[in-house]
Nanobody, 124 residues
């Protein structure tokens, strides 16, 4: 059984940075994809970024391109989300999730395992 645990959320002023961590317990297969999603107040859960575990290929939603960077460290069984130049609209609970599909998807339903989430609050 795979379990994911996020950490690194907190309060930050607009323009600041945070680094989120997602540690995976269990086996990550080379074809797995690990993604970050977020859910703001009153909003649906939305895709932020994802990374292919073996190749390290990355995908981003347009609103975070150039500001966020997803990476993985195989030795730590971990995925990170470096968030720079944070904006008020980035305020949300951030979740990491693992997909057993070999195809990248931005749909939450395509991900099989989820963490509990970590709150990110950006203030002016």
């Amino acid at each position: 059984q795979v379990q994911l645990a996020e950490s690194g959320g907190g309060f930050v002023q607009a323009g600041g940075s945070l680094r989120l961590s997602c540690v995976v317990t269990g086996t990550i297969y080379s074809s797995d994809i690990i993604g970050w999603f977020r859910q703001g107040p009153g909003n649906e859960r939305e895709f932020v970024a994802a990374i292919n575990w073996r190749l390290g290929k990355t995908w981003y939603t347009d609103s975070v391109k150039g500001r966020f960077r997803i990476s993985r460290v195989a030795a730590e069984n971990a995925v990170y989300l470096q968030m720079n130049n944070l904006e008020l609209e980035d305020t949300a609970v951030y979740y990491c999730a693992l997909s057993k599909s070999v195809y990248i998807s931005c749909q939450p339903g395509s991900y099989n395992f989820w963490g509990q989430g970590t709150q990110v609050t950006v203030s002016s």
